[in-house]
């Protein structure tokens, strides 16, 4: 039977951490290894953590509990996280979300019958204690993901609700880096597509919470697009090292300054951090027309959309 290990992060979930942690120790699957960092959490979350703990004598011995020595973000701690993988297998948990009872046992059975590097599963929405709307697993396959995922704003590039073989980490050095907290999961998503084989089940896996205000997810500023900026900048790295830009790439990096036009920044901030020089004429027309701001938003997002969905 393999072991898995379930990673969380922790910083400010005093409110979520204890629902989060039950649907963990409540697993039906067995071989588990729980890893939990935490991200000098200023608020009572690792107190809370270790009374679910004690209510779980029998999952004590599975647990570790990393720390990091000053607070360095959620790419930071993923990434001390993803170090501290002794196991074959990883699943990546936000703490403020839940795990259905059965989720890891659903995802093992489906790596079992595919031999898959990753396994995707279903999520459902969470808020208010009720779950939402279904949102399954993308079902192409090979290229087609592959073009899909670097588009962006095509799939989810989630992360989370997946089950990875530990080896792919040797694929992608830095899956995770300190300073990228935002936009982390396209960052590590978009250069795993290139080196892995991926399975999916559209059973749910996971339950996302929407309705924690202090999210990243739920607070866009500055330091978050520049983050976003930051992941692009590593993602055109992987693929410049592999040879060439596909159309599809050049789209999800147009996508950068795409957010800078809607969001109101300027487009040299994208610049700065990118270094970008498009190839595909496609991609070099609307690298001018997202940088000319005479023309309008709106006439340049459609020649946007209408690239993208020539691209993937």
């Known amino acids: 039977m393999m072991k898995i290990s379930l990673l969380v992060p922790i910083y400010g979930v005093e409110q979520y951490i204890e629902q989060c ?46 720390c990091n020595e ?10 001390h996280l ?6 074959d297998y990883f699943i990546i948990v936000d703490s403020d979300d839940i795990l259905p009872q059965d989720a890891v046992a659903i995802l093992v059975k489906r790596m079992e019958e595919t031999d898959a590097d990753i396994v995707e599963g279903g999520y459902a929405e969470y808020s208010s204690g009720q779950t939402g709307r279904t949102l399954l697993p993308d079902h192409s396959q090979g290229r087609s993901y592959l073009r899909r995922a670097l588009c962006q704003n095509v799939i989810s590039l989630r992360v989370w609700g997946k089950l990875y073989k530990t080896e792919v980490l040797n694929r992608v ?26 399975a999916w089940i559209d059973e749910v896996v996971y339950w996302y919470r929407t309705d924690n205000q202090s999210s990243y997810t739920n607070n866009i500023s500055r330091k978050n697009i520049h983050s976003y900026f ?41 610049d700065n951090v990118l270094q970008y020089v498009p190839e595909h004429l496609s991609a ?14 709106s006439l340049t997002d459609y020649a946007y959309r209408l690239v993208r969905a020539l691209a993937y």
Not at 234 to 251: A, D, I, K, N, S
Request: with cysteine; hydrophobic share 40%.
């Open 173 to 198: 050095p830095n899956l995770f880096m300190e300073g990228i907290d935002f936009a982390e999961d396209v960052c590590a998503t978009s250069r795993l597509a290139a080196v892995t084989s991926r």
């Open 21 to 66: 942690a039950e649907s963990l120790f409540n697993q039906s699957y067995p071989e588990l290894e729980f890893i939990f960092c935490n991200d000098c959490t200023p608020d009572r979350s690792m107190e809370l953590l270790q009374k679910v703990i004690d209510r779980h004598p029998e999952r004590a011995a599975q647990v570790r509990i990393l």
């Open 284 to 297: 070099r027309l609307l690298f001018w027309m997202f940088h000319d701001t005479r023309i309008p938003l």
């Open 230 to 270: 930051r992941c692009i900048s590593q993602v055109l790295r992987f693929y410049h090292q592999r040879g060439h830009l596909p159309l599809c790439l050049e789209v999800g990096l147009l996508n950068a300054y795409r957010e800078c036009r809607r969001s109101g920044y300027a487009v040299a901030d994208a």
């Open 82 to 87: 993803i170090s501290e993988v002794h196991t």
């Open 70 to 79: 000053e607070n360095k973000g959620l790419g930071a701690t993923r990434a």
